[in-house]
Every structure is written in C-alpha cells, then in structure tokens.
C-alpha cells in the first residue's frame, strides 16, 4: 500500500486513446517528472483535476516520447482514494509501452490485476461486493446484466447487508447482556423474543436469496439446449432466435451432426444457445459423437427446449428424450402446426403434468414471439426491474447467504428446544459474520486475494 503503482488501464490494440493510471503518494512527483505542460512550467503547477495538454518527455534523452493530455486528481476523491494521475496517450502499444517504462523509471511499480480497485476497497471507499461488481460492469453484454451489477456496485446490495447485520447484532446484544445477568423468568421470554427476532431476520434473507436465480442468470448467462429427434426443425429454431442464419438446414436427417453455440441477447438476458444434433439411435461415427454431445449439452443447460413435430404421432425416440429429463426445467415446442396434425398432446400430460408447451411454425414464423415471452417470464416472473435494488447475482454472495440462512435456522431450532443462550449466541455470530465475508468485513485475507484475482490490470 505505500508502493505507487501504474498501468495501463485501457486494452492493448490500435485506438484513438490509451490511458496510463498511475496511484500512491508519489502519483503527483512521477507526473512532473516525465510530462511536460504547454502552459505550465512544471506539472505542479497544474490545478486538481484539470486535464492539460502536453508532452511525455523522456528526461535522460530529452526526447519526446507521445503528445498526450494528462490530470491530476489529489486524494481522497479518486478512485483508489489515493493520489492518482492519468495520462492520456495516443491509443497505439509502443506509446503505451514507453509511457509506462518513464512511469515505472520514475518511481512506480507494476500494478497487480485488480489492485487499484483493490485499494478502493482497502481504503474504505467501496466494500467488496461493491469491488467484485466493477468487473461484472466491464463483463456485461447486455443492458439487463449491466444494470444489475450498476446496481450493486451504487451499494444497493451493501445497504441491505449491512441493515439485516445491525439487526443481528441487536439480537447479539441482547443475548449477550441476558447471558452475563441470567434470569430464568427472562431466559424464557429471551428465548421466546430471540425465536421471533430470528424468523423476521431469515424471512429478509429468504427474500434476498430469491432472487439469486435471475441474478445469477443475468451475470453468467442463460444456457439454453435445443433438443429433439431429428428433422424437428431445432436449426430453424437456432436461426429464428437468433435473427439469422447460423444452422443448416435441409430436409435430410442428421443434418446437424456436432453442437452448434451461439450467444446472443434475448430482451436484456445473455443467453448461451446450443443446437444439438438430433438424438436418436445411429451407427454413423461421427453422428454418434454429436449425440454424445447433445446429451451434454442437455444436462448443462439450464433451460430445455423439446421440439416436436405435431404432423408426426409420438413414437419411440421422442420416448427416449422424454425419459432423460429428470428435474430439468423443460418448455415443449409443438413445430410444424401449419401441416395436419397427427400428434397427441396427452402422452406428455400423463407423464408430465402440468408441462408447459408452445406451439409454433417455423415456416410460416410464428409463435417466435410467445417463446420469447414465456423464457423471460420464467427467468423474471415478470418481477425484475431496474430499480428493483439488492439483486444477488455473484456465486459467492450466494453461498455466503444460504450459510448465513443454515446458522440462522440452527439458532432458531436451538430456540425453540430452550437451549441455553450461549448455545442461540453462537448461532446467530456465525450469521453475522456469514453476512460480513459479503461485504468484507470479516472475510479473510486469502478471500480477498482470491476476488481481486480475478480483475484485469489496471483496474
């Protein structure tokens, strides 16, 4: 932390700008020593915040290495609430590179990855789910995504957090003082108040976990697998979705013999497509592989679509598809309406009740629409909306929830059983501190290395 360190901060490539980040207490001393304002006899001179044009000069030589634009911004209002100056430089990697090489001569070490958010952190600027949400900004593909992690990184998140942990140490206290001055009238009525304060804590933290399956969605990505015996139209499907014509598609089965993947952006949701080959019974190699692939495909999806052809009865390898879904959360799609129909839906029905299904004609294109709807419905619930604050989308934060939720629940059955206070005390510190590892406030330091590992450098 007393180390100034710099990087580049913008990615390698041909651009019209490249930005050198430099933070620490010698930012101010390194800039005036390698850039040299056109107004100004030295960069000292320059006020806070100003942007100002000049030179990066090379001081051994005297050589002007890039004409760049360059601010200095005085701590704490920075990102890093340290002493920070950037320097605007032409967007090529040889400007880039000998900018960072006077930086580096000057004073300043290589930053890390993440290390400069993660002195914001350690500074006390930002907590680290507000931390971890920076590269979920710069990771997004979609504007569902990126409003997400906006609002956990503006702390809506933290600011829950943090209310249900006062709440906790609420409790705390009053365990606390109840175990130094035992009662057994008071213990009871304790016990009975710790019960009720318990389930109104749990019930917050249920709530924020609902949402943990569209967040996690709009952060990785939804995975969708297309299935279905071949020739159901599943490459029709592909190119439907995804506006064009990505899959081959021909009259011929087996057509598509390996998994076609495709991302693409769904009203907001980063969604992972797959085009699987059609699953079927095959002695071709190569077809065989495909297969193989598609059962893949199907089990790590998260959504399955199952084609099927209504101008054809349901036979034996829609059978076989049928008995591999298991859990999976499946939408049926009933293809080809426009041709007479010969399929009957009640042989679904009666092994699945209550299966949900759309119909749909890729030929003459329609139902696209209602697939369409009935996918975001069953990510949302109709429900998410950007203001809609808290959303828990990161992993991490989940599992640190679900522990907090087990401790909670441990402590209420401790409760309910009249266990002595010591016994409910610790349950309920193991919430708090659960909860705390979300923001940072008690999680360890290999925690941290780990999170801020995962950042590009310079950011």
Request: proline share 2%; with cysteine; charged share 30%.
């Amino acid at each position: 932390m007393e180390d100034t360190i710099a990087a580049v901060a913008t990615p390698y490539g041909e651009g019209g700008i490249g930005i050198i980040r430099v933070s620490g207490n010698k930012a101010g001393s390194i800039l005036n020593m390698i850039f040299r304002p056109l107004k100004y006899q030295n960069a000292t001179q320059i006020e806070n915040r100003r942007l100002v044009y000049g030179h990066i000069v090379d001081s051994k030589t005297d050589i002007v290495v890039d004409e760049v634009l360059a601010v200095f911004m005085k701590a704490p209002h920075t990102y890093t609430a340290e002493d920070v100056a950037e320097i605007h430089c032409h967007g090529g990697s040889v400007p880039l590179r000998r900018t960072l090489d006077l930086c580096l001569s000057a004073g300043a070490r290589l930053a890390e990855k993440g290390e400069f958010t993660k002195r914001a952190f350690l500074n006390g600027r930002i907590d680290l789910s507000q931390a971890e949400a920076v590269i979920d900004l710069i990771r997004a593909k979609t504007d569902l995504s990126f409003d997400a992690a906006m609002s956990q990184a503006e702390g809506y998140l933290s600011q829950k957090i943090r209310k249900i942990r006062e709440n906790l140490m609420d409790l705390l206290v009053q365990l606390a003082v109840n175990i130094d001055y035992p009662d057994e009238d008071i213990e009871v009525l304790t016990l009975q108040e710790t019960e009720k304060s318990i389930l109104q804590i749990y019930d917050k933290l249920e709530k924020l976990r609902s949402t943990a399956d569209a967040g996690r969605i709009l952060r990785e990505g939804l995975r969708i697998a297309i299935v279905g015996k071949p020739n159901v139209g599943k490459s029709s499907l592909m190119n439907a979705l995804l506006r064009e014509s990505r899959a081959i598609v021909t009259e011929i089965p087996g057509t598509t013999r390996d998994t076609i993947e495709e991302g693409f952006d769904l009203r907001g949701i980063p969604v992972q497509l797959t085009d699987t080959a059609g699953i079927r019974e095959t002695e071709d190699p190569v077809e065989k592989i495909g297969v193989e692939r598609s059962k893949d495909a199907f089990n790590q999806a998260d959504l399955v679509l199952f084609m099927l052809d209504t101008s054809r009865t349901f036979d034996r390898e829609d059978n076989d598809i049928l008995e591999q879904i298991g859990n999976k959360k499946v939408l049926f799609l009933l293809n080809k309406t426009d041709l007479p129909r010969k399929f009957d839906w009640v042989e679904i029905e009666k092994r699945l009740p209550g299966a949900e299904k759309t119909e749909l004609s890729l030929k003459e294109e329609t139902g696209i629409s209602l697939l369409e709807d009935k996918i975001t419905e069953w990510i949302f619930g109709g429900r998410v909306k950007r203001e809609e604050s808290g959303m828990v989308t990161n992993l991490r934060h989940i599992k640190l929830l679900e522990q907090a939720m087990d401790a909670l629940s441990d402590a209420k059955t401790a409760a309910e059983q009249r266990e002595a206070l010591d016994l409910v005390e610790i349950d309920v510190r193991r919430a708090w501190e659960f909860l705390g590892e979300i923001i940072g406030e008690t999680a360890a330091d290999d925690v941290i290395d780990k999170v801020f590992e995962r950042f590009c450098l310079g950011k």
